[in-house]
């Protein structure tokens, strides 16, 4: 009976030990999966803050775009305004 007892105390030790080890090799698995995926993590917040600084750079572009449009167009009106006055003193010269 003796032999019994050691023999599933054995059996036992030896379970347990094999659980042991599979719990090991699984906290190392899941480590290193953590750190792959702080790994992704990490790069997808340096490509979002990389987009964002690119979004704000092209907000600016056309913001300072949309002014220069702005200002052409004054021009182009300045310019419409003159030639139409030198045309009405053409014409008053035709006509005189």
Not at 33 to 53: F, G, I, P, R
Not at 78 to 86: D, S, T, W, Y
């Amino acid at each position: 009976m003796a032999t019994t007892a050691r023999v599933e105390e054995s059996d036992s030790l030896a379970s347990l030990e094999e659980r042991i080890v599979r719990a090991v090799q699984l906290v190392t698995e899941l480590r290193k999966e953590k750190e792959s995926v702080q790994k992704k993590v990490d790069e997808a917040l340096a490509e979002k803050a990389a987009a964002v600084k690119a979004a704000t750079e092209l907000q600016e572009q056309v913001a300072a775009l949309t002014e220069e449009l702005e200002l052409v167009r004054a021009e182009r009106k300045q310019v419409r305004a003159r030639i139409e006055k030198l045309l009405g003193q053409m014409d008053l010269l035709g006509s005189s």
